[in-house]
T-cell receptor
Framework: DQQVKQNSPSLSVQEGRISILNCDYT??????FLWYKKYPAEGPTFLIS???IKDKNEDGRFTVFLNKSAKHLSLHIVPSQPGDSAVYFC???????????WGAGTKLIIKP | DGGITQSPKYLFRKEGQNVTLSCEQN?????MYWYRQDPGQGLRLIYY???????QKGDIAEGYSVSREKKESFPLTVTSAQKNPTAFYLC????????????????FGEGSRLTVL
């Protein structure tokens, strides 16, 4: 039973345009959400997070939106750059549970 | 140079052999984790440790063992009991916010790719 779902295995976006990566979750106890970026043969790196008390968090070109009623979050990258080509993972945790629950990832390809 | 060092980067194993993957960190983080990544899947937690001499099973601990004798080190042994060990293994650490609350922000090593021949 996947509690965190990234339904798009891949996404192709033109350089300079907006990239929107989506993530859905089923566990209403999740209260902290994170996005990680991963290049091939490397470990993921933390990108941005959001607490359930907020509906938006921004960091430079990256913005995460949280819609609690829909149990949906999205990562917006504006403008998209070639270096953004990577696999993006959504992860969630509940309270003080130590375990992060991970989505399967979305491979983002930025076309020149 | 602060960070997390995983070794070896690539490892080949014959069926029936145990192998140990090393993970060393100098970030002074209390929490350490081992994840497994398979193609088309998210990261799955094998074991984690919040403090020296203590560790907990994750979702897929069967066929694996760990130790946490030092804060800096969290080696993972893939035993012959693990039925499908070919995978990419990731070690991570986590800083704590305050005394007890983990941040959820993990720092990962570069990974070890294990192939069973």
């Amino acid at each position: 039973d996947q509690q965190v779902k990234q339904n798009s295995p891949s996404l192709s976006v033109q350089e300079g345009r907006i990239s929107i990566l989506n993530c859905d979750y089923t566990n209403s106890m999740f209260d902290y959400f994170l996005w990680y970026k991963k290049y091939p043969a490397e470990g993921p790196t933390f990108l941005i997070s959001i607490s359930s008390i907020k509906d938006k968090n921004e960091d430079g070109r990256f913005t995460v939106f949280l819609n609690k009623s829909a149990k949906h979050l999205s990562l917006h990258i504006v403008p998209s750059q070639p270096g953004d080509s990577a696999v993006y993972f959504c992860a969630a945790s509940a309270g003080e549970d130590y375990q992060l629950i991970w989505g399967a990832g979305t491979k983002l390809i930025i076309k020149p | 140079d602060g960070g997390i060092t995983q070794s070896p980067k690539y490892l080949f194993r014959k069926e029936g052999q145990n192998v140990t993957l090393s993970c060393e960190q100098n970030l002074n983080h209390d929490a350490m984790y081992w994840y497994r990544q398979d193609p088309g899947q998210g990261l799955r937690l094998i074991y984690y440790s919040q403090i020296v001499n203590d560790f907990q099973k994750g979702d897929i601990a069967e066929g694996y063992s760990v130790s946490r004798e030092k804060k800096e080190s969290f080696p993972l042994t893939v035993t012959s009991a693990q039925k499908n060990p070919t995978a990419f293994y990731l070690c991570a650490t986590e800083a704590r916010r305050g005394a007890l609350v983990n941040t959820g922000e993990l720092f990962f090593g570069e990974g070890s790719r294990l192939t069973v021949l």
